[in-house]
């Protein structure tokens, strides 16, 4: 199926370091959201996007929504333990009235004490 | 708890089997999605409803799948004749559309293993 192109695939980082991942695709969207998913669990909403050149902050974590709207980037500052886990980028298509998302293959995070 | 609640969490059948899942949206959403995510992927969509009506599937929702949501709440996915590339984690989504504004909260998903 269509999916987002999302980097990188994997970090191994140390505690306190800032990470930052993206998303590009050829398709235009008029949605972006960020997932963070644990082992065994469903995907949890991190942040959502709606506007060409959004920024928008949760706690430690940034994201934009590009200017052109095929692509968008989290970074996550000051990386603690608990943000291990796998982060997913999804798009929403901007024609018609499917609300269907697309979803990156997933950054896989690891971050060492 | 407010949120998305999927039933069961793991499901262990043998080929051939048919299986249901069930998915409670968060009350007052009025869309819910089925998807489904494999090892190492992200999750793709198989199907949505808007209320009641179902209107849009995946090529990935072959003959052997059904969905339903009979009153506009809770959700069904059933597999028929269950084959071993069936085995995925299935996750619903609930969110409720305003203009073109729209944000889909996950469920905890259900694991299915076809032996």
């Known amino acids: 199926g269509q999916q987002l192109n999302q980097s990188p695939q994997s970090m191994f980082i140390q505690e306190g370091e800032d990470v930052s991942m993206n998303c590009t695709s050829s398709?235009?969207?008029?949605?972006w959201l960020w997932y963070k998913q644990e082992p065994g669990e469903g995907p949890v909403l991190l942040i959502a996007?709606?506007?060409?050149?959004e920024l928008t902050s949760n706690g430690r974590l940034t994201a934009q929504f590009g200017i052109t709207r095929k692509d968008s980037f989290l970074n996550i500052s000051a990386s603690i333990p608990s943000d291990v886990g796998i982060y997913f980028c999804a798009g929403q298509l901007g024609s018609g009235n499917t609300g269907k998302l697309i979803f990156g293959q997933g950054t896989t995070l690891q971050v060492k004490p | 708890d407010t949120g998305v609640s999927q039933d069961p969490r793991h499901k262990i059948t043998k080929r051939g089997q048919n299986v249901t899942f069930r998915c409670d949206p968060i009350?007052?959403?009025?869309?819910l999605y089925w998807y489904r995510q494999t090892l190492g992927q992200g999750p793709e969509f198989l199907t949505y409803?808007?209320?009641?009506?179902?209107?849009?599937k995946s090529r990935l929702l072959s003959d052997r799948f059904s969905a339903e949501r009979p009153k506009g709440s809770f959700s069904t996915l059933e597999i028929q004749r269950t084959e071993q590339g069936d085995s995925a984690m299935y996750l619903c989504a609930s969110s409720f559309r305003k203009g073109q504004q729209e944000t889909q909260y996950f469920g905890p998903g259900t694991r299915l293993l076809v032996l």
């Open positions: 409803f808007q209320n009641e009506a179902q209107l849009e």
């Open positions: 996007l709606y506007k060409a050149g």
């Open positions: 009350s007052e959403h009025n869309r």
């Open positions: 398709s235009i969207f008029n949605t």
